[in-house]
């Protein structure tokens, strides 16, 4: 175990440290049942009508076979690398998951409406739970970073890796039909369905079909399960990825529609996931159980004998895939800094270019706001807020100061007459969960044209009156030129009444195209700034600087 300090280990190392997976009930019997149909119609077939028949294998002549055969040194690495990058992605998932350990099909994200939980806990109502409370610790051998409240870390991995994982995908499909790879994979008769079921029959009585030579084809099902991989999996998880990014989805909400909303394609992004590791697990169990040392050399090699050498190769190639995890479980944790900058690096640019241009614009109805919206962060425990909450916030002043021509001090009403409007929008809180409601205040472009921010000052920075994880004010900062941009509001209203104390009451800030924790609650006052370097630790904002976050994040 990592050597926590006190607060860091009740955050990450909790006493709490069970395991437990909840599924909704008649799910796990639909499921259950489906497959035990399939089983089960194996069966009755070969006791009914026999052992379906499947073509014998073809005779192969290794002198004059004129198809695709072999595996080319490009298949051989990008199977490789395909498997170091899913691996990380898989396992940075797992610990970017157990931050928010519950999957839904709705958009409220209401606790009991999951359709499956990775936490014994049930959501109490008698008390404030909050989202970062309900978070679950992951075994570190399992999850990269695991521990407990990693998603920075984890995020890091995350999007490094899948930038890796993508280009060697583009790599893999634009080799594939550059040659004629493409044959083995894409089935190109309808008698593949017939011949798959055959298959299916052996399999699932405990019979091996007659195998075919991989170096030169796949039998049906393999075909298939090969295809979906290549061109299901793989793309259903890039286009659910992005169909979680908060500036994509409030631009173009009908885009997380596609995949039935915003949550629903977490749960397939999810599904995904399990459906990569349901496939290595058979694959790699029949690639042992059909001539392991010849299977071996056909991807390590490219050559189709008995030796044993691609056999070891590949146990080398596993280590160093192990050893990988061990340098990124050394990497988290001794130098988080580091790869928080080297994310940065990769992301922040190509963000700036991209999604960070979208321009939100969300509009959902009365009958879309949530009946339920998880909160976050500390209730502030200065005696100046509490104060300042039992007047109602009639004495609040909101200082808004630093690099501007005409700083200014304003109480609520003041505020409500630089013209108040409303919008019904999600939020996408960095750990998966979202919530749609409707938020009333000025926007922050009324205030800039009323402060008129000097021209150095490039960066807005938002101190709360709450402390965060690990005390401390929170605060958060944003690029003046994002701030501009539409629906970006200092909202003092939430659903029609004043903002609630627990959702950050008198103020908070709405940012439609970055993450929840961008948006800062119980708003002490406003600096304008030149840069965020100027203060905290310089990243950005408290989780930025504590906790490794993203400065910018549109996704
Ligand atoms: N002051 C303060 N503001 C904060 C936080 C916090 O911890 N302290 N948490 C952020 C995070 S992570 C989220 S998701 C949202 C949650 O907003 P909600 O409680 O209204 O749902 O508040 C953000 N603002
Ligand atoms: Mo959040």
């Given at each position: 175990?990592?050597?926590?300090?006190e607060?860091?280990a009740?955050?990450?190392?909790?006493?709490?440290r069970?395991?437990?997976?909840?599924i909704r009930?008649?799910l796990?019997?639909?499921v259950?049942?489906?497959l035990?149909?399939?089983?089960?119609?194996?069966?009755?077939?070969?006791?009914?009508?026999?052992?379906p028949?499947?073509?014998?294998?073809p005779?192969v002549?290794?002198?004059?076979?004129?198809?695709?055969?072999?595996?080319p040194?490009?298949?051989?690495?990008c199977?490789f690398?395909?498997f170091?990058?899913?691996m990380?992605?898989?396992r940075?998932?797992?610990s970017?998951?157990?931050?928010?350990?519950?999957l839904y099909?709705?958009?409220d994200?209401t606790?009991g409406?999951?359709?499956i939980r990775f936490?014994p806990i049930?959501?109490?109502?008698?008390?404030i739970?909050?989202?970062?409370?309900?978070?679950?610790y992951?075994?570190?051998?399992i999850?990269t970073?695991?521990y407990?409240?990693?998603?920075?870390i984890?995020?890091?991995w995350h999007?490094?890796n899948v930038h890796?994982?993508?280009f060697?995908?583009?790599?893999f499909?634009?080799?594939l039909?550059?040659?004629?790879?493409?044959?083995r994979?894409?089935?190109t008769?309808s008698?593949?369905l017939?011949?798959a079921w055959?298959?299916w029959?052996?399999?699932a009585?405990f019979?091996?079909?007659?195998?075919?030579?991989?170096f030169?084809?796949?039998?049906a099902?393999?075909q298939i399960?090969?295809?979906a991989?290549?061109?299901?999996?793989?793309p259903?998880?890039?286009?659910?990825?992005?169909?979680?990014s908060?500036a994509?989805v409030n631009?173009?909400?009908?885009?997380?529609?596609?995949f039935?909303g915003?949550?629903?394609a977490?749960?397939?992004?999810?599904?995904?996931?399990?459906?990569?590791?349901a496939f290595?697990v058979?694959?790699?169990t029949?690639?042992?159980?059909?001539?392991f040392?010849?299977?071996m050399?056909?991807?390590?090699?490219?050559?189709?004998?008995?030796?044993?050498?691609?056999?070891?190769?590949?146990?080398a190639?596993?280590?160093?895939?192990?050893?990988?995890w061990?340098?990124a479980h050394?990497?988290s944790?001794?130098?988080?800094?580091?790869?928080q900058?080297?994310?940065?690096?990769?992301?922040?640019?190509?963000?700036?270019?991209?999604l960070?241009?979208?321009v939100?614009?969300?509009h959902?109805t009365?009958?879309d706001i949530s009946?339920?919206?998880?909160p976050?962060?500390?209730?502030p425990?200065?005696?100046?807020?509490?104060?300042?909450?039992?007047g109602g916030f009639?004495d609040f002043?909101?200082k808004?100061?630093?690099?501007?021509?005409?700083?200014?001090?304003?109480s609520?009403?003041d505020?409500?007459?630089?013209?108040?409007?409303?919008?019904i929008?999600?939020?996408h809180c960095i750990?998966?969960?979202?919530?749609?409601?409707?938020?009333g205040?000025?926007?922050?472009?009324?205030?800039i044209?009323?402060?008129?921010p000097t021209?150095?000052a490039?960066?807005?920075?938002f101190?709360?009156?709450?402390?965060?994880?690990y005390g401390d004010?929170?605060?958060?900062?944003?690029?003046?030129?994002n701030v501009l941009?539409?629906?970006?509001l200092?909202?003092?209203?939430?659903?029609g009444?004043p903002?609630?104390?627990?959702?950050?009451?008198?103020l908070?800030?709405?940012v439609?195209?970055q993450?929840?924790?961008?948006?800062v609650?119980?708003?002490?006052?406003?600096e304008?700034?030149?840069?965020?370097?100027?203060?905290g630790k310089g990243?950005?904002?408290k989780n930025?600087?504590?906790?490794?976050f993203d400065?910018?994040?549109?996704?």
């Open positions: 175990m990592i050597a926590f300090d607060a860091h009740a955050v990450h190392y909790p006493a709490d069970r395991f437990r997976i909840w009930p008649s796990l019997a639909a259950g049942m489906t035990l149909a399939l089983i089960a119609a194996a069966w009755i077939e070969l006791a009914v009508a026999g052992m028949h499947i073509p014998p294998v005779q002549y290794p002198n004059d076979f004129s198809g695709p055969h072999g595996f040194l490009w298949v051989r690495y199977h690398f395909n170091v990058f899913l990380m992605l898989i940075s998932g797992l970017i998951l157990a931050d928010h350990p519950r099909f709705n958009d994200c606790p409406s999951e359709w936490t049930k959501v109490p109502r008698d008390r739970w909050t989202a970062k409370d309900d978070a679950r992951l075994s570190p051998i999850g970073p695991g407990r409240h990693t998603i920075g984890a995020r890091a999007f490094i890796g994982f993508i060697t995908g583009i790599l499909v634009a080799m039909f550059d040659t004629e790879q493409w044959k994979l894409v089935p008769s008698l593949v017939v011949q055959n298959t029959v052996h399999y009585t019979h091996l079909p007659p195998e075919p030579n991989g030169y084809g796949y039998n099902l393999q399960a090969y295809f991989v290549v061109f299901v999996f793989g259903l998880a890039i286009f659910t990825g992005i169909a979680m908060p994509v631009r173009f909400p009908w885009y997380a529609r596609i039935g915003r949550q629903s977490r749960s397939i992004h999810f599904l995904t996931m399990l459906s990569f590791f290595i058979v694959h790699v029949l690639v042992v159980m059909t001539g040392a010849r299977n050399n056909h991807i390590v090699l490219g050559t189709d004998d008995r030796r044993p050498l691609g056999m070891m190769l590949g146990f190639g596993i280590a160093v895939v192990a050893l990988s061990i340098a050394y990497i944790w001794r130098h988080p800094r580091a790869l900058h080297a994310q940065k690096f990769v992301t922040y640019p190509m963000q700036l270019a991209t960070n241009r979208l939100p614009q969300q959902y009365e009958q009946p339920y919206m998880w976050n962060g500390k209730m425990t200065r005696s100046d807020w509490k104060v300042l909450a039992e009639r002043r909101l808004v100061g630093g690099l501007v021509e005409r700083p200014v001090e304003l609520l009403a505020l409500e007459k630089l013209g108040a409007t409303e919008q929008t999600m939020h750990q998966g969960w979202s919530g749609i409601a409707k938020w205040g000025i926007s922050m472009k009324a205030l044209e009323l402060v008129r021209a150095t490039k960066t807005v920075a101190f709360s009156f709450g402390d965060a994880l004010a929170y605060y958060d900062t944003q690029s003046i030129e941009k539409a629906q970006c200092l909202a003092s209203r939430m659903n009444q903002l609630p104390e627990l959702y950050g009451a008198p908070r800030l709405r439609e195209n993450l929840g924790y961008k948006m609650k119980w708003i002490e006052r406003i304008f700034i030149e840069s965020e370097k100027q203060i990243e950005g904002g930025e600087d504590d906790e490794y400065l910018l994040p549109n996704i």
